[in-house]
């Protein structure tokens, strides 16, 4: 089945070590995104890739950086993790932007300690 | 600025119907979604809406009225699975997807 995945689906770090969230698909879908999502929040936008072009929202922090090197793999990489950075990651993709159906993976529950 | 305003938590019984609101302000619109969303786990899409009027789809329906800034998404026959929460997100004229903070919804025997 077309699907879209994460790993690990749980990842517990240390203040400040460097930690890196994987995501792929299966769906050969032009678009990537990263959401980070707190409890009882809306998921919040890290940035996405068209294709090969990276869009970063305004309010992200620069401690989250991105990776696509190529259409079926995304990677999150969060530099120096803080306690306020704990919370579920996930991963989406869409054919195209705008109107288009996002899929979701299962997500990653980061925990920093 | 953007807003998107959903109940916090309803609660219903099984078997009933429950209908979840969603108003919004966005600077532009290019249709609405909805997506279910259970505890710890991802966002599944449930519907989108672009047009005013009703769409419906099995046990779940959804409204539009563009001129009022309002959605609703209707369940009936719940049941005890359909426990989750509900997210309402916006497309805006920057083709951008505006998220709600979600309806929890809890359904009791």
């Known amino acids: 089945d077309a699907m879209v995945i994460q790993n690990p689906r749980y990842q517990v770090t240390q203040f400040g070590k460097p930690v890196t969230l994987s995501c792929s698909q299966t769906l050969n879908h032009n678009v990537m995104y990263w959401y980070q999502q707190k409890s009882s929040q809306a998921p919040k936008l890290l940035f996405h890739y068209y294709d090969k072009d990276f869009n970063n929202e305004a309010d992200t922090p620069d401690n989250f950086q991105s990776r696509r090197p190529n259409t079926s793999f995304c990677f999150l990489d969060i530099r120096s993790p803080g306690l306020g950075d704990a919370a579920m990651y996930l991963c989406?993709?869409?054919?195209?932007?705008?109107?288009?159906?996002?899929?979701f993976g299962p997500g990653t529950r980061l925990t920093v300690l | 600025g953007q807003n998107i305003d959903q109940p916090t938590e309803m609660t219903a019984t099984e078997g009933a119907i429950v209908q979840i609101n969603c108003t919004y302000q966005t600077s532009g619109f290019n249709g609405l979604f909805w997506y279910q969303q259970h505890a710890g786990e991802a966002p599944t899409f449930l519907s989108y809406?672009?047009l005013d009027g009703l769409e419906e789809k099995g046990r779940f329906s959804s409204f539009l009225s563009r001129s009022k800034g309002y959605s609703y998404l209707l369940l009936k026959e719940l049941q005890m699975k359909d426990s989750a929460s509900y997210l309402c997100?916006?497309?805006?004229?920057?083709?951008?997807?505006?998220w709600g903070a979600g309806t929890k919804l809890i359904i009791k025997p």
């Open positions: 809406n672009v």
């Open positions: 989406a993709t869409s054919r195209d932007r705008g109107a288009d159906e996002q899929f």
């Open positions: 997100a916006v497309i805006d004229s920057n083709y951008q997807l505006i």
